[in-house]
């Protein structure tokens, strides 16, 4: 497990540093702006909210767009697990307005420094980033009325317990939205145990069916299939909004491994869950 965090933590980071600097040589399949803008395109946001955010805040990461139905309310806090370069955050902070609060919280202490650096440059003065696990979220229980995340728990190696930390900071009836990625059959061996082919989403995915009972075992109730769209192969850097990230080689080395054994095999979805009162 520890092993696994450090991989994601790296090769995320790794993301982060190009994405600041990106005259060094970049060879991301996210980095490049009109790439990551047209990665959140196919995941269901729209123009005006890409170009609403600082540069830099966008980097294509998303695999559907939590926001889209979460019904964001002025005054409520919301969370946004694995906040990366704060895109999701950016996008919450006017919903809430000056009552209310967005908090981004991430491992990766690279997107830290990238979203603190936009929220400053862009005036957010209602969202904060803290550094923390999803695992183990460094906040207090029953504080949060709205939890948002885009393509992160499935890279966690321990998704019960993110679930159940998400329930216990949730407040009484409060609610959580996110895109993830799932599986539909079984993972050809040797993506499987690709490194690569876990820091971009794909071997490190439940089953759909599975990830429904963690989430329902965790203790949320009223949950609510909101979309799911079947990837063919190639989806680690296709055109349809999978945008998790994963380095140019390692792209190509599980891309070479799943050829058309990936068809049908992958999934993005978003749903909603609630609390009990």
Do not use: W
Request: contains cysteine.
């Amino acid at each position: 497990m520890a092993d696994i965090k450090k991989l994601v933590r790296e090769e995320y980071g790794q993301i982060a540093e190009n994405a600041a600097s990106p005259a060094s040589g970049c060879s991301c399949c996210s980095c490049s702006s009109d790439m990551a803008a047209e990665s959140s395109l196919q995941a269901g946001y729209t123009e005006e909210e890409i170009n609403s955010v600082p540069e830099g805040a966008n980097l294509g990461l998303g695999c559907g767009n939590p926001l889209a139905l979460a019904e964001i309310k002025a005054g409520e806090t919301v969370l946004d697990l694995g906040s990366g370069g704060g895109f999701d955050c950016f996008l919450a902070s006017p919903r809430v307005g000056a009552k209310g609060k967005v908090i981004g919280v991430d491992m990766t202490p690279q997107m830290l420094s990238i979203a603190k650096r936009n929220a400053f440059q862009g005036g957010y003065t209602n969202v904060e980033f803290i550094q923390g696990e999803i695992e183990n979220l460094p906040l207090e229980s029953d504080s949060i009325d709205l939890i948002i995340s885009n393509c992160v728990i499935n890279l966690s190696p321990d998704k019960p317990a993110v679930f159940k930390e998400a329930l216990r900071v949730l407040k009484p009836g409060g609610r959580i939205v996110i895109s993830d990625i799932v599986l539909e059959g079984e993972l050809p061996e040797e993506v499987r145990k690709s490194a690569a082919a876990y820091v971009s989403c794909i071997a490190g995915a439940e089953q759909f069916y599975d990830y429904l009972d963690i989430i329902h075992n965790a203790g949320f109730i009223d949950i609510i299939l909101l979309s799911k769209e079947t990837y063919g192969s190639g989806s680690c850097c296709d055109d349809r909004g999978c945008g998790c990230g994963c380095s140019d080689e390692s792209c190509h080395s599980h891309e070479d491994a799943e050829t058309n054994e990936l068809d049908g095999l992958i999934s993005s979805l978003r749903l909603k869950a609630y609390k009990p009162l």
